[in-house]
Every structure is written in structure tokens, then in C-alpha cells.
């Protein structure tokens, strides 16, 4: 099982790796039979579920070219197919993408969920530079999200009007060494490259020391 729009040479990494991994499957089993699913729904799934997990977090959530259209498929439907490509000779050696009835815009998506939850929520269309940083969020399992993730969904989200300054208090704070770390390092590197001033308050030494400017509190004013 693959993923719809798997090329070898897309300029998607992810299309890249199921490309290059179909090319590995096909060069060990030549009758070996792929099919390409969209995006899979059902209980437990990991598109729905999860923007349903960041929608009870977060008062928006965010979209990356929203007019993308997807056509979700029922897991039930990805199942019957893998029973038939199994049962049916004639499948060997091909490709079958597979596809559910209806063709959605991912912010229509992204309405559906809310409509279906509940949740009154806006939907922020956010720059492509912060499309990494939603990434780093939806690659993880499970749905529910971590404490780290709903950090990055919080400074995303903070980002989204590309504001003159950032105010973050304590962004660390609840996290463990090494997710605060990677928390950290990627709110500097989202700052700096789009020229956004910065102003963290934080009780961790370390981490102030990696800002360009460094004030201390003490006794209520600052030295």
C-alpha cells in the first residue's frame, strides 16, 4: 500500500519516499501489486481524528493551500480492494489508485471537521514558510497531540499574520530536555529567517543565553 501522487521525482518529499519505495517493491517482487489510497478515513484515522485533536486545543486551525483537493477513501473500501487485488490474478504486477466518491478542497476538509465536532474555530491560511512547522506537528502518532506539538500549533498560530513581534512566555516551560530543545530551535529559526523580533520569557538559563539579548528580572525590575 501506497499513497496517491507517489513519484519518485516530485518535488514533495513525501511523494519522493513512496515513490522510491515502490521502485524498491517492484525491483524485489515484480508481480507485487500497489495500490494508492488518498486519504484514509475511519475510526481512529489520522487525518480527521487528528485536526479534530488540534481543533479541541487550538482556537484555528491551519491551512496550506486550503484550494488543494483531496478525495477521501473509506478504510473499509482500501480493505475490499486489498482483499480483490489478492483474489484476482489479473491484478499482479499493476497500479490502482483508489479513491473515495467525493472531492474536497483541504479547507472544505477542514470545515467538515468543525461542522461535524462541533467547533467554532477559524481558519487561517498560513504562509508556505510555515508549512514545515505544521508538518512537524501532523507526522507524529498518535492522534492526540503531545505537549510539544501543541506548542509548535500555538507558535504557528502566532506566526500566522506574520506579526513585528513575537511574544512568547515560558514556551518551554511544560516540556521535557530534548522536546524543549527542538521547540526552541525551530521558534529561532522561524524568527530570524522572517525577520521577526522576539521577546521569550523563560526561566531556563540555557535558552536565554541563545538570544541575542538577554535581560534579567530580579526583584521586579530588570538588570
Same mark, same amino acid.
Given at each position: 500500500i501506497? $499513497? ?10 513525501y /511523494?519522493?519516499?513512496?515513490?522510491? %519505495?515502490?521502485?524498491a ?8 501489486t500497489i495500490l ?7 475510526p ?7 485536526f479534530?485533536?488540534m481543533?479541541a486545543?487550538?482556537p484555528a ?10 478525495q ?6 482500501v480493505?475490499?480492494?486489498v482483499?480483490?487485488?489478492?483474489a484476482?490474478?489479473?491484478?499482479m =504486477?499493476?497500479?490502482?489508485e ?10 472544505a476538509?477542514?470545515?467538515?471537521i ?7 474555530r477559524?481558519?487561517i ?6 508549512? %514545515?512547522?505544521? $508538518? ?5 502518532l498518535p492522534?492526540?497531540?503531545? %505537549? ?7 507558535i ?12 512568547a ?8 530536555v $530534548?522536546?524543549?530543545?527542538i521547540v526552541?530551535?525551530?521558534l529561532? &529559526? ?6 521577526v /523580533?522576539a521577546?521569550?520569557?523563560?526561566h531556563?538559563?540555557e535558552?536565554?543565553?541563545?538570544m541575542? &539579548?538577554?535581560?534579567?528580572l530580579?526583584? =521586579?525590575?530588570l538588570?
Amino acid at each position: 500500500i501506497s $499513497a496517491i501522487g507517489a513519484d519518485p521525482t516530485s518535488a514533495s518529499q513525501y /511523494a519522493r519516499s513512496k515513490g522510491a %519505495g515502490e521502485l524498491a517493491v517492484r525491483a524485489a517482487f515484480p508481480t507485487a501489486t500497489i495500490l494508492r489510497p488518498s486519504i484514509v478515513f475511519g475510526p481512529e484515522d489520522q487525518f480527521f481524528n487528528r485536526f479534530g485533536a488540534m481543533a479541541a486545543i487550538s482556537p484555528a486551525l491551519p491551512v496550506i493551500e486550503g484550494e488543494t483537493r483531496f478525495q477521501p477513501v473509506y478504510v473499509g473500501d482500501v480493505a475490499q480492494a486489498v482483499m480483490a487485488a489478492l483474489a484476482q490474478p489479473d491484478t499482479m =504486477g499493476q497500479t490502482y489508485e483508489l479513491g473515495g466518491p467525493d472531492i474536497e478542497t483541504f479547507r472544505a476538509l477542514m470545515a467538515y471537521i468543525l461542522h461535524e465536532t462541533g467547533r467554532h474555530r477559524a481558519l487561517i491560511a498560513l504562509p508556505r514558510w510555515l508549512a %514545515g512547522l505544521q $508538518a512537524s506537528v501532523l507526522e507524529h502518532l498518535p492522534g492526540k497531540l503531545s %505537549g510539544g506539538e501543541q506548542q509548535r500549533v500555538a507558535i504557528a498560530r502566532a506566526l500566522a499574520n506574520a506579526p513585528a513581534l513575537l511574544l512568547a512566555d515560558e514556551p518551554t516551560g511544560n516540556l521535557d530536555v $530534548a522536546t524543549a530543545e527542538i521547540v526552541f530551535t525551530e521558534l529561532l &529559526r522561524i524568527v530570524r529567517s522572517e525577520n521577526v /523580533a522576539a521577546l521569550i520569557a523563560t526561566h531556563n538559563p540555557e535558552l536565554a543565553q541563545r538570544m541575542d &539579548r538577554q535581560l534579567t528580572l530580579v526583584n =521586579g525590575k530588570l538588570v
